[in-house]
């Protein structure tokens, strides 16, 4: 199941970031969600996966009330897929927490405000190569 999750955000980040971001932002998202990171988020018990016909097409996570990732594999994107993930990972987070937090990525930010996210902050993270890697932190009242 690893390898497949790996596929799954790699396939995804290789192919829909560098429409947004810089090689060395790419790089650094291929780099954080290394296989031994997949291995934790799976160990976790807060990372699950979307399935069609037997693959799988999407990954996300969750950490108390973060969302830490929402990944769809590009042909199944705009399909409905990444709502199916979020409404699984907002009520597994709406058993502890009233609000749900997120870091979005510039691809993903329409469809977390189409969701009810709203910004109430952006984050910034210094790359190599004075590349600065900006960020929405977002969040959602759940209840």
């Known amino acids: 199941m690893a390898e497949a999750i ?9 192919t829909v970031y560098p429409k947004y971001y810089p090689k060395e932002v790419v790089d650094f998202f291929c780099h954080h969600h290394s296989k031994e990171h997949i291995l934790d988020g799976i160990a976790s018990g807060n990372m699950g996966v979307l399935t069609e016909d037997n693959v799988i097409v999407g990954t996300g996570c969750f950490d108390g009330n973060h969302i830490t990732g929402v990944y769809v594999l590009p042909f199944c ?59 929405e932190i977002m969040e959602k009242k759940l209840r």
Request: aromatic content about 6%; glycine content about 8%.
């Open 6 to 14: 790996y596929n799954v955000l790699h396939t995804t980040i290789q």
């Open 77 to 135: 994107q705009k399909q409905g897929c990444g709502s199916q993930i979020l409404d699984i990972l907002e009520s597994k987070i709406m058993q502890n927490h009233s609000v749900s937090v997120l870091d979005a990525s510039l691809p993903a930010a329409c469809l977390y405000e189409h969701r009810g996210y709203r910004t109430v902050g952006h984050g910034i993270m210094e790359l190599e190569n004075d590349v600065k890697l900006v960020y």
